[in-house]
């Protein structure tokens, strides 16, 4: 168990290196020169210019020798110093992400969670059984073939403009303050629902079918002939169909958190919410080169960390892992 | 999948390719492919979307990106779309995005696919410290999500065309293939036939392209699919997001501009309705064909 762990753990922290170095690399080797390269992207007056090129310079930490400047980064790094954004001079990055954070979380979270038990249970249900089957899976194929964004953009039209029924942008009512109080709250969840269905719908529509197609198997496999021929009831059968199922749609679950970190992204500008999203669409908008490097490397922590608490529970629930024994990819 | 039976290995001499029993199972496939509604149904979606692709630019006359006429126009028989806030022609735009889906989808998906099943048979057959070499790779690549990574480097680097984009987009989704393929290359190149082949003195690239490779035909046939779609999905997004190329057409960024001129609150949903319908047909229609190939190949998955 320690092993599997460890081993995990081993390709986490490759996995960050290269994320940083990436992060690191790509406005040095890229051919050209990067400064002038940003310049003339945010078509700067001459003047401002060459204040933007001295900037630049420190800001890389260009006037030092390469190694120094990939050392001096990671130095940074660990102070927990990611630079100034630009477009919101002069805060420091981790302060504009940091706040930026929770609200990409409360979607996130709660999406992923209630997305992956929802479908895993749809799923379940559908297998084997023809009617039910038969609407659940052209839906989820639907849901799973959904652009998040587009999801996003239906349910604002149809909700909110059109409807009104929900609120069409923001994370809270305009007149209010982030506090800890019921109004906020109330007023907090109704922005939040409608972010939430794009992301969790699309979501669940993947999990119901891989659960779907995972019991299929399962019930096919010798143990379910045998528990059947044994005079156990159906529903017994597919229990143990259902946990053994359960593994491969974990291990899914780490394969998918990029694709819903991605739509998360994409959903938040649709809705206008103050997460990451909508900062890294500010930022592409701005060409804020170092805001954008920021958030990347607050995905992949984030990401990261998600995988290992996966791993971890993986261990827990499939006991092969824990004697030993090589288990799941 | 499709493995070849234990009985069949013992009886290959591997010397030659057998070309005898080739025949029999292709009409066998193409009788169980035309028999399964899902299938049918997934492809003649997809094979309708590339039909409009390819001809749809032809019944028009507007240039997709041309200021043609009156602006914000629900559809009409003039326009069949309506008209954008810019006064352009949606179908236009709808139709010519719809090529450039084809042409992200195919490429990026393409350059997936290959990279995919190169590492994953190297790693698979190699084994040893090429296999944990490239499982490490796979792996690190895996874990990074591929749309942080391309924003990051599409914001870097000006993407001109969809090519480029399709470039990006294929070099970071493969490793899931990488994964599956190895697995699978795990588990057959210690079969009967491969060892047999093998001692006949066929190289490695002969043993993996003739003995291994057609044995799980249909598992990469399906993986391009998956990586096709999905390569269509993020390509979506990253032209949502405005780091596609700008000065041309497609879904994504449809869904962008319709957003940005707040056609939501106009209520133009003739503008942002079909680059969704459209994504989803293409890419829903791909999945539904690959359950119903994966029921062709597998008789276990077909309904009774």
């Known amino acids: ?329 | 999948m499709t493995e070849v039976s234990h009985t069949d290995a013992v009886a290959d001499p591997g010397i030659r390719a057998r070309p005898l029993p080739a025949k029999p199972r292709r009409s066998e496939f193409v009788y169980f492919a035309f028999r399964n509604r899902k299938f049918v149904l997934g492809g003649s979606v997809v094979l309708f979307m590339l039909a409009a692709a390819l001809l749809g630019p032809l019944l028009t006359d507007y240039a997709p990106l041309e200021f043609s006429g009156p602006t914000d126009q629900p559809p009409s028989s003039e326009y069949w779309f309506g008209t954008t806030s810019f006064g352009q022609d949606v179908y236009s735009q709808f139709v010519h995005g719809l090529r450039s889906a084809f042409v992200v989808g195919t490429i990026g998906g393409g350059l997936a696919w290959l990279i995919g099943a190169t590492v994953g048979f190297t790693a698979g057959y190699a084994g040893g410290w090429l296999d944990d070499l490239l499982n490490m790779l796979t792996n690190v690549v895996l874990v990074i999500p591929t749309l942080a990574i391309l924003i990051i480097v599409a914001a870097y680097v000006n993407v001109h065309s969809y090519t480029t984009e399709a470039i990006l987009i294929g070099l970071t989704s493969w490793p899931w293939a990488a994964r599956a393929v190895r697995a699978q290359t795990f588990s057959l190149k210690t079969r009967d036939f491969v060892d047999v082949a093998r001692l006949s003195g066929r190289t490695t690239r002969q043993i993996i392209v003739r003995e291994i490779a057609p044995n799980m035909s249909s598992y990469l046939l399906m993986m391009f699919i998956l990586l096709f779609g999905g390569a269509i999905l993020i390509g979506a997004s990253l032209d949502f997001l405005g780091l596609g190329p700008s000065e041309a057409v497609s879904l994504g960024l449809m869904m962008n501009n319709s957003f940005l001129s707040s056609a939501l609150l106009l209520g133009s949903w003739w503008w942002f309705v079909p680059p969704g319908v459209g994504i989803i047909a293409i890419v829903g229609g791909l999945y539904v064909m690959n359950v119903g190939l994966d029921e062709i190949f597998n008789p276990r998955l077909r309904e009774t």
């Open chain 1, 1 to 329: 168990m320690i092993r599997y762990l460890g081993r995990k753990l081993l390709i986490y922290l490759v996995t960050f290196w290269v994320a940083v170095t990436i992060d690191w690399a790509i406005p040095r080797f890229m051919p050209g020169d990067p400064i002038e390269r940003l310049l003339s992207r945010m078509q700067a007056q001459p003047a401002s210019a060459d204040a933007l090129t001295g900037y630049y310079t420190q800001a890389f930490g260009f006037d030092v020798p390469i190694w120094q400047q990939y050392l001096n980064f990671w130095a940074a790094l660990f102070q927990g110093d990611l630079g100034r954004s630009i477009s919101n001079f002069p805060t420091p990055i981790s302060e504009l992400v940091i706040s930026a954070l929770p609200y990409t979380l409360a979607l996130l979270i709660p999406a992923i969670l209630l997305s992956f038990w929802a479908g895993n249970k749809l799923g379940a249900l559908a297998a084997r059984r023809k009617r039910l089957d038969n609407t659940v899976l052209p839906v989820s194929y639907v849901l799973t073939a959904t652009p998040q964004m587009w999801l996003g953009i239906m349910l604002a039209w149809i909700f909110a403009s059109s409807l009104a029924i929900f609120p069409v942008s923001g994370a809270y009512a305009l007149d209010l303050q982030p506090a800890w109080s019921l109004e906020f709250a109330l007023s907090f969840l109704e922005h939040w629902i409608l972010p939430f269905s794009a992301l969790f719908l699309v979501a669940l529509g993947g999990w119901a079918i891989g659960m779907r197609n995972m019991i299929i198997y399962e019930l096919e496999a010798e143990y379910s002939h045998y528990l059947a021929s044994l005079g156990a009831p159906t529903r017994l059968v597919r229990k143990y169909a259902y946990r053994n199922a359960l593994l491969p749609q974990i291990t899914g679950l780490a394969l998918a958190l990029g694709a819903v970190t991605a739509g998360a992204i994409v959903v938040e500008i649709v809705f206008s919410y103050p997460g990451l999203g909508s900062l890294t669409l500010g930022a592409i908008q701005n060409r804020d080169y170092f805001l954008i490097q920021g958030i990347f490397l607050f995905l992949i922590t984030g990401v990261l960390i998600a995988n290992f608490i996966i791993d971890i529970a993986y261990v827990l629930i499939d006991p092969r892992t824990r004697v030993g024994m090589q288990g799941g990819a």
